[in-house]
């Protein structure tokens, strides 16, 4: 199983920082902003936004039609129906093989739709350079994009938290460790179902909530490997025992997982410390690895060249 050390992560605020400092590339004329369903119609809005665009889905780009601008969005840049837009940006928010992006391209072409488009994509794949016109930033695969996550085949390697990720934690209250307990896991409701299969469910709920607990993941339709629970008499020997994050590292470190999806902070760096293995953590939106988060990991990529140019600069001008 290939580490996570070695595959890419990008969060939505990298996603928006990279439209941003590439805003100025956006080609001269672009007047319509069109996104690829799904996940290309996030990094279509944002650039739409930032620029003041009108914005339109494919299927509507292809029926002339454009999403609702709101009252921020110049009437002047509202222009509706083909004849009124001088050249279309059709955006992904990345292009991996450059097999959807071709898909694309041959649609719009059998469309008739006399519209100039170009093709753009925030995050490209080296290797399929020659499907689009525009990227804003090179990211090899394999990667994975904080917003679909939980959607990505990945998961079906990973381990994943119940409390916290799956569904909400239970309040103080609910926590009794008796009837009211037995009540939240059994009506609780999913704060997500994943499309893919789950690898590992870990969960430091005890053994004696097994049945409820299965009963409710069968009743939304999650899809999983297996499930890990505390094999624990009571609430007051989990709380003794006090080893929440070293149940599920322990865990986490003896199966071939390459990924831990976990909901608390402070349990996803012990996790990941004790493991030698990444941790998204639900709580910050954050990649952790070993030695390293992702946004500061990402910071360095982008502060490193930056001072090296400077010191450089700096030499030759002595």
């Known amino acids: 199983m290939k580490s996570l050390t070695s595959i890419e992560y990008r969060s939505v605020s990298d996603l928006n920082r990279s439209i941003v400092d590439n805003l100025g590339r956006v080609p001269q004329g672009v007047d319509l902003i069109v996104g690829i369903p799904r ?62 992006m071709r898909e694309v391209k041959e649609r719009i072409a059998q469309s008739g739709i006399r519209v100039p488009a170009i093709y753009g994509c925030v995050y490209l794949n080296p290797a399929a350079g020659g499907e689009v016109d525009f990227h804003c930033e090179t990211c090899r ?55 893919v299969e789950m690898g590992h469910l870990v969960t430091c709920r005890l053994e004696k909530y097994r049945g409820p607990t299965e009963q409710w993941l069968a009743r939304h339709g999650f899809q999983y490997g297996k499930l890990v629970m505390m094999d624990l008499p009571d609430k007051a020997a989990r709380l003794s025992a006090d080893n929440h994050a070293d149940f599920k590292a322990a ?33 910050t939106r954050e ?14 990529l982008k502060i490193v060249p930056y001072l090296w140019r400077r010191i450089k600069s700096a030499a030759g001008q002595r």
């Not at 930032?50 to 002047?76: V, Y």
């Not at 988060?293 to 910071?299: A, E, G, P, Q």
């Open 287 to 300: 990649m952790l690895a070993p030695g390293v988060t992702s946004k500061s990991r990402r910071l360095a």
């Open 251 to 283: 865990f986490y470190h003896q199966c071939n997982s390459c990924l831990f999806i976990e909901s608390s902070l402070w349990q996803a760096r012990t996790i990941v410390g004790r493991t030698g293995k990444s941790v998204f953590c639900a709580e």
């Open 39 to 100: 996940s290309g119609l996030l990094a279509a809005s944002l650039v739409a936004l930032h620029l003041n665009l009108p914005l339109a889905d494919l299927d509507g780009f292809l029926g002339g039609r454009t999403l609702g601008g709101g009252q921020k969005l110049q009437w002047s840049k509202a222009k509706s129906g083909p004849g009124c837009w001088s050249q279309a940006l059709v955006l992904d928010d990345s292009v991996n093989t450059g097999a959807a």
């Open 141 to 195: 695969v394999p990667r994975i994009f904080e917003w679909n996550i939980m959607h990505d085949p990945i998961l079906r390697a990973a381990c994943v938290d119940i409390d916290g990720v799956l569904c909400r934690d239970p309040t103080e209250e609910e926590n009794d460790d008796g009837p009211k307990y037995t009540e939240f896991i059994s009506q609780v409701q999913p704060l997500i179902v994943p499309s």
